[in-house]
């Protein structure tokens, strides 16, 4: 396993091996399965992906707090500001997630109220640089060992470090997934993970009635135009002054001082608002 | 580390819409029906701490009668578990308790009966979907959901340990660790133990053999 982000570049440039290459010959290093059993069991995790999305736009969904249903469709239209491809994939993020929160069949990346961002940004970045789907999977394989990364470094959960470690984190992982599918530097990957990072840390988790709805379904939004920002901007040649893994290392401490109302206990930000406690009255007031 | 696979952050396939409250619930109640080794008739919910102020939201209450149904967390059956406990005629009450500070906020305790037998099962959902059984027909439990888990019911007397060891080698399983809780006044014992590999089904048949060996589940989740 790899301790850093600088690590991890670092040894893939030193032994000229593909990141994903790496990647994936360490994983079965230090959990003796097999790479090809490896391989197939992320290539189903990727079809799982791909099916939730394909079954989510075919699906209504009813939702406990009845106003959240049904709202993402509604960006499947023309962009106005956007794109429309960078509608889509807001549109796509909101659709798995909304599929998530009605008890849809998903892929938690790195959770289940983060597990729209990865595929939308994924499915939309193959379809704009017109890449394979083996493109797809081996930026699927950096994400993972990107998110492993923070994960051991600081958190992968709303409970422990608030959103930033939940939609900041898959936005993280997106952002250098599709940096090393676009064929980017690995100076290139690091400036998109630290650039990405960086925008939501200190993002707090404030489930309305602690349900993984408001506003984590519309979070998984910015957390898709934040990778696209981020890569764009390392693309360009942007660079980050602050390291990749010094800003992990801050946003550990981020989420270790956020109080407890505001690590998804449902009790602080927009779920104590008067309109977020009278929803959970609503939904509990029979219980 | 906290993750040691690239599988821990992208690998949880699973039916929404949270990993504590709804897959984690669900797995729970998967290993209790695989505890009790056989389909219960009737079950007893009782909801601690964060599971019985949100069930209803994150869908907890049906992903609990689902893993009783045998469903596994990532079964999109799982949002038909009402409908299937009636078809299946299974009763079920649900009910908010308190089972104290020492358990996770994330806990539920599971009464399963048929007309023979009952056993209470106690589990918490940590994180991330991942479990422990706390405690098992009240004797203290600690194991989660890794595979290749045995756990056996034994009467507390000597040589019960060495007759389970002894069987597992016969096997060529390696014990990678193994744990006892007992209860000194009905003398008997809880032991789980996992294997490094894969235990076979004959185990539990040349278990039996032992008078002092009450019954055998493998779980492998």
Same mark, same amino acid.
């Given at each position: 396993m790899f301790e850093s982000i600088s690590q991890l570049l670092d040894e893939s440039e030193t032994k000229s091996i593909p990141l994903h290459k790496l990647i994936l010959k360490d994983e079965s290093e230090y959990t003796h399965i097999s790479e090809?059993? @490896?391989i197939e069991r992320l290539k189903n995790t990727l079809a799982i992906?791909?099916?939730?999305? +394909?079954? *989510?736009? /075919? /699906?209504? @969904? +009813?939702?406990?707090?009845?106003e959240a249903s049904n709202q993402a469709k509604k960006l499947l239209t023309p962009g106005i500001f956007f794109g429309d491809n960078m509608k889509d994939a807001i549109a796509w993020a909101m659709i798995i997630s909304e599929y998530n929160s009605g008890m849809g069949l998903i892929v938690a990346a790195p959770t289940a109220g983060s597990s729209g961002v990865l595929p939308a940004v994924l499915f939309k970045a193959k379809d704009i640089l017109g890449k394979s789907e083996e493109d797809v999977f081996n930026a699927l394989v950096v994400a993972a060992a990107i998110g492993a990364i923070i994960g051991n470094r600081a958190m992968l959960s709303g409970s422990e470090g608030g959103c930033q470690a939940e939609v900041g984190v898959a936005s993280a992982m997106s952002a250098a997934a599709i940096t090393y599918m676009a064929g980017g530097s690995h100076t290139q990957i690091s400036n998109a993970i630290a650039l990405?990072? #960086?925008n939501l840390l200190g993002l707090i988790c404030d489930p309305v009635a602690g349900l993984v709805i408001s506003p984590? @379904? #519309?979070?998984? *939004?910015i957390g898709v135009v934040n990778a696209f920002l981020a890569t764009e901007m390392a693309l360009s040649g942007l660079t980050s002054i602050i390291p990749a893994d010094e800003i992990i290392d801050a946003m550990m401490k981020v989420g270790r001082k956020l109080p407890y109302e505001l690590k998804e206990t449902g009790l602080g930000g927009i779920a104590a608002t008067k309109t977020g406690k009278r929803i959970k009255k609503n939904i509990f007031s029979d219980k | 580390m906290k993750y040691t696979s690239i599988f821990d952050v992208i690998g949880h396939i699973m039916v929404g819409?949270?990993?504590?409250h709804t897959a984690g619930a669900c797995q729970i109640a998967y290993v209790a029906q695989l505890l009790f080794g056989k389909k219960p008739k009737s079950v007893k919910i009782g909801l601690h701490g964060s599971f019985a102020e949100t069930y209803r939201g994150h869908g907890t209450d049906i992903a609990i009668l689902a893993g009783l149904l045998g469903f596994k967390p990532e079964d999109e059956e799982i949002k038909n578990a009402f409908e299937i406990a009636q078809e299946e005629g299974l009763n079920y009450t649900f009910e908010i308790v308190d089972l104290g500070s020492e358990y996770h906020p994330n806990s539920v305790s599971i009464e399963m009966s048929d007309k023979i037998e009952k056993m209470t099962v106690i589990g918490s959902s940590i994180g991330g979907g991942n479990i422990i059984i706390k405690n098992v027909n009240g004797l203290d439990a600690g194991f989660g959901g890794e595979p290749n888990t045995l756990v056996i019911l034994n009467q507390d007397k000597i040589g019960a340990l060495v007759n389970i060891a002894n069987t597992l080698s016969k096997f060529n399983l390696n014990i990678g660790s193994m744990k006892i809780s007992r209860d000194l006044k009905k003398k008997i014992a809880l032991t789980w133990l996992e294997a490094d590999s894969v235990i076979p089904d004959e185990v539990i048949s040349a278990l039996k053999k032992y008078s002092e060996i009450k019954w055998v589940r493998i779980i492998n989740v």
């Open positions: 090809s059993d @490896i992906m791909k099916q939730s999305l +394909e079954k *989510a736009l /075919t /699906t209504d @969904i +009813e939702l406990p707090i009845k990405s990072l #960086k984590c @379904i #519309k979070r998984n *939004a | 819409p949270s990993s504590s």
